[in-house]
């Protein structure tokens, strides 16, 4: 049974840095998509970025190009998302996702529809 727990959210004033975990059990990271979500109130769910898909490279949303860093590491089963420079517009919910089977088609992997499993999600909450 995979299991996805994430850590690290937290309150933090704007500026300061965020590192979530998201430790794997269950499967390895080593060859799976996986990526991280965000959620704030009344708005959807956004993928903030992922590692695995079509590209080589990972992907990042606009908004966090330059200040987040998405990483995995094969020893510990982990996933990580370092958060730098942080804004008030950064505040949610961050969760993480999955993906162990091979797609049909090749995808990027910001899709939330794309991943098989969630982590229960971390509050992250920037104050200005």
């Known amino acids: 049974q995979v299991q996805l727990v994430e850590s690290g959210g937290g309150l933090v004033q704007a500026g300061g840095s965020l590192r979530l975990s998201c430790a794997a059990s269950?499967?390895?990271?080593?060859?799976?998509?996986m990526a991280w979500f965000r959620q704030a109130p009344g708005k959807e769910r956004e993928c903030v970025s992922a590692?695995?898909?079509?590209?080589?490279?990972?992907y990042y949303a606009d908004s966090v190009k330059g200040r987040f860093t998405i990483s995995r590491d094969t020893a510990k089963n982990t996933m990580f998302l370092q958060m730098n420079s942080l804004k008030a517009e950064d505040t949610a919910v961050y969760y993480c996702a999955a993906r162990f089977r091979v797609p049909p088609i090749a995808e990027r992997g910001d899709r939330a529809g794309f991943y098989d499993y969630w982590g229960q999600g971390t509050q992250v909450t920037v104050s200005s």
């Open positions: 590692i695995g898909g079509s590209s080589r490279m990972p």
């Open positions: 269950g499967r390895t990271v080593s060859s799976s998509y």
